[in-house]
Structures are given as C-alpha cells and as structure tokens.
C-alpha cells in the first residue's frame, strides 16, 4: 500500500492506472504516512503504535462505562498484547485499524442513549464508522447495526427512533461521499466500479474460502488463544447491565457477533481478519471483570446472584492471565519470525540486482503478491509498465473470460511496455513456483524472445531485455 500511495502521488490514478482491491481510504492513509513520516519503516512503526494507543484509549473509554477502571484498563491491555503479539508483519493492516472506527461509532451509539437521546454522539459515531467503511467496506454492516441500535436507544429515551438511526446513517455517508469524491475527481470512478463488479465481487470474493477451516489452527497457539477468548466472552455475555448502560454491552454483543461475520465473509482464513472479534471480545469481556458488588447491585440487590457475580470475576481474571500467556509466548516467537528476516533480506537482494539491471527512468516489471518485489520498487523509485502490482488475478478461475481479458490487457501492456526487467517470485499466493508461467503462454512467449535469464536469486528470477529488443 506504501507502493500504491507512492504512485497516487506520482501522478497515478488510482485503480485506472494501479489495478487493486482495497478501497480508497486506505491509500489515502498510506499517503498521509509518507507525506508527513517518508517511506521507511520508523515512520510506519510510529503510526501503529499511535495508532494502537488511540484504540488502546478508545477502548478504556468505551469499557469503563461496563465496569470500573481496572476491567477497562484490562480490556485495553489485552487487545495491545494481542497485537503487538502479531509481531511486525502485523503493523498497520487494514482490520486493525478499521478497529478504531468501529469502537468510536459505538461509543457515538451509547453516549447519546447515556445521555437521554442526545443527537451530537450519534453525529460523531456515524462519522466514524463511515470513515471504516473507506477502509474495509464489511463495516457497513456493523454502521447499520449501529443505526438499529440508535433507533432503540433513542426510543428507549422517549425520543424518535427515526431520528436516531437518520443521524447515523445520514452521518456515516458523509466520509465516503468525501472520499470517493476525491477518487473520482482524480479520474479512477469508472475504474473503480468496473474492478468491483468485473472482479472484486464475481471472482476474488470466491477465492480461499477452502482456508476458513484451518484458519484458527494455522498458528500452533491459535486454538489455545480463541478457546481462552471464547470463554472470556461468554462470562462477559453472562454479565447483565440493565439500565442506560446496558446499551454499551448490548452493542459489545453486536461487535462479537460482527467480528465472526467480518472473518467469515472475507473467506480468506488470515488471521489478521480477526481484529473486530478480537477486539469487541476484549470489550465485552471486560463486564465480566467489573466489581462483584456493582454486578449484584445492578441484578437482584445481592442473594444468590451476588455470590455468582464473586465466581464471575476471578473466572474472568485467570481466564484473562491465561489470554496474556499464550499471547506473551506468541509474541516470544514473533520477536525472531524468520519470514520477516527472509523478506528483509529478499528486498535487500532485489535492490541491490535491480539498481544495477534498470537505468534511470526504466520501468521494472514484478509477478509477485508481497513477498518483496513491490518494496524492492519503492525503494528505488521504479513505475511498473502495467497497473498490475500482483500476480494472482491470474492465476485463479482461469477459464473465466474476465480472467483472461485481465491476462491479454497484462500481456499487451507488457509488449508495449518492453520493461528493462522482469522479477518472478518463486513463493507467492495460490501458485506458487516459476512453472505457473507455463499456465501463462503469451508472458512465456514474451520473455523467451525478447529477455534473457540474468539473475537467479533466492526465491526470485529476474529476466533482462536483450539488446536491441
């Protein structure tokens, strides 16, 4: 994405001129990171880590209205560790920071039902989840869920529930309009429609959904974690909180319920999909870490539910301590990921091969998806002759005709083109191997006649133009 805001910023249009799924408000981020902090990883690290304390601030703030201090305090600590327990690779992916939209649109929905149907809260919230919605357009379902929400609370308040869910529907189209607004004032509306119906939901949207099974279990500690998490939820689910307040945990209970739809509709089994489950899970687990005391006073007065509410807390604290172990050896391990390290050293070759293979001002042609080519570009300032950053699209539903129109429009783009070079990755997504050329007959034709084999790297080809070609 920092290679797609570079190009934005170099005159590209998007999707027109880079072929991508991912909406435009995350390029627009991605821009704003380069503008005010460059290219390099500091500045990156810096805006996750910002990024993570102002979610880490929203969360206390949204879960000290379930409990006291020390359950917010506890609900916000457990989602930094379960971040940073990601390790580097998980900075600044898009679910995590649509996290921080989807927490403030619900604080929006139960401040104003806190506050006897106060629209203001309702404003800001719909802003907020329409801002997620540039991001990852799944929160759409979560800002109507919200509008229901409103529309309760503000009957509940003995105000118009119209009214209520007006303001956060009415208020969460406004950062799209302006966004969009934006994209087609720089000429990619039409390209962008025509990749959203012509491919995004036809085609990529069926892709992996064979890896939703083993999503959980791809990480030896997964299973352990989303068990203990699991648990944490269900002792917060049963945790009561009638009155005004009940609406901070009844859209908790929405968050959860979300989360798992937000994983399971992007069919794709990353984990990184899990950030709105992790993240509401945390939230509502927090109800179940508030004073026993407050628990019974809110419920019966004492009795027998007060000593149920004594059984709750320490239940949800060693289910807490147990989350933080598994997510503390889980961050060990990400301290010293190899898959980091050989990345790192795959772009430093790549750099290092390309600076001396491209001249100034020559474009460089990559068939990757993120194992490092990409970055390799960045680094050097290399455009690529096509718009096509990736090389999956092609590489599944092959007879499909809107597969192949993509193919022809690559292969043509790269005759006219005639890059210095052309980088294949060995290791990429869905096929992997040089031999997946061999599936692409016009891209093999090319690079038999007109480029020859100059360095066989660790994981990577890069094929020369001859001369006079």
């Excluded at 619900?106 to 106060?118: H, I, L, N, P, W």
């Excluded at 950062?175 to 509306?189: H, Q």
């Excluded at 989350?323 to 301290?335: I, R, T």
Aim: aromatic share 10%.
């Amino acid at each position: 994405m920092h290679y797609v805001a570079w190009l934005i910023a170099q005159g590209a249009v998007p999707y027109r001129d880079v072929f991508d799924m991912n909406l435009p408000g995350v390029y627009l981020i991605h821009l704003a990171v380069l503008a005010v902090g460059g290219a390099g990883d500091p500045a990156w690290r810096l805006f996750d880590l910002g990024w993570l304390a102002t979610t880490a601030a929203l969360i206390f703030a949204y879960a000290r209205g379930l409990g006291d201090r020390w359950s917010a305090a506890a609900a916000a600590l457990l989602f930094c560790v379960y971040h940073l327990a990601g390790g580097a690779w998980r900075a600044g992916q898009r679910d995590f920071l649509l996290c921080g939209f989807l927490l403030a649109g619900s604080s929006g929905v139960a401040r104003s039902r806190e506050r006897g149907g106060d629209p203001v809260p309702l404003l800001w919230g719909g802003l907020a989840l329409g801002a997620g919605m540039t991001v990852k357009p799944h929160a759409g379902l979560f800002w109507l869920a919200c509008a229901a929400a409103a529309a309760l609370g503000n009957r509940r308040a003995g105000r118009s529930p119209l009214r209520g869910a007006a303001i956060v529907l009415a208020a969460g189209l406004i950062t799209p309009a302006l966004v969009f607004g934006w994209l087609a004032w720089r000429g990619g509306w039409h390209a962008f429609v025509s990749i959203l119906t012509g491919y995004v939901l036809p085609l990529y949207g069926q892709v992996g959904r064979d890896l939703i099974g083993p999503a959980l279990g791809w990480h030896r500690y997964g299973w352990q974690l989303w068990t203990l998490l699991g648990l944490l939820a269900l002792l917060g689910i049963a945790t009561r909180m009638p009155g005004p307040r009940g609406m901070r945990r009844g859209l908790a209970l929405l968050g959860v319920a979300y989360g798992a739809l937000h994983f399971v509709i992007q069919a794709k089994g990353w984990e990184y999909h899990l950030y709105p489950l992790a993240l509401f899970v945390a939230v509502l687990g927090s109800a179940a870490l508030r004073p026993p005391a407050a628990v019974a006073a809110a419920r019966d007065g004492g009795g027998g539910l007060r000593r149920l509410a004594d059984l709750t807390r320490p239940a949800a604290a060693l289910v807490l301590a147990g989350s933080l172990l598994v997510l503390g050896a889980k961050g060990v391990e990400a301290l010293d990921d190899r898959l980091i390290a050989e990345k790192s050293r795959l772009v430093a070759a790549l750099t290092r091969d390309l600076r001396l293979l491209a001249p100034p001002g020559a474009t460089v042609q990559t068939m990757d998806v993120t194992e490092g080519a990409v970055h390799a570009l960045l680094r050097l300032g290399i455009r690529q002759p096509t718009r096509f950053m990736y090389d999956f699209h092609f590489f599944h539903h092959e007879r499909d005709p809107r597969i192949q129109a993509l193919r022809a429009e690559f292969a043509a783009a790269l005759e006219a083109g005639r890059p210095a070079a052309i980088v294949v990755l060995r290791d990429t997504w869905r096929r992997s191997g040089y031999q997946r050329l061999e599936a692409f007959p016009a891209v093999a034709r090319l690079l038999a006649r007109d480029y020859v084999p100059a360095v066989e790297g660790d994981g990577y080809r890069i094929y020369a133009k001859r001369a006079g070609s």
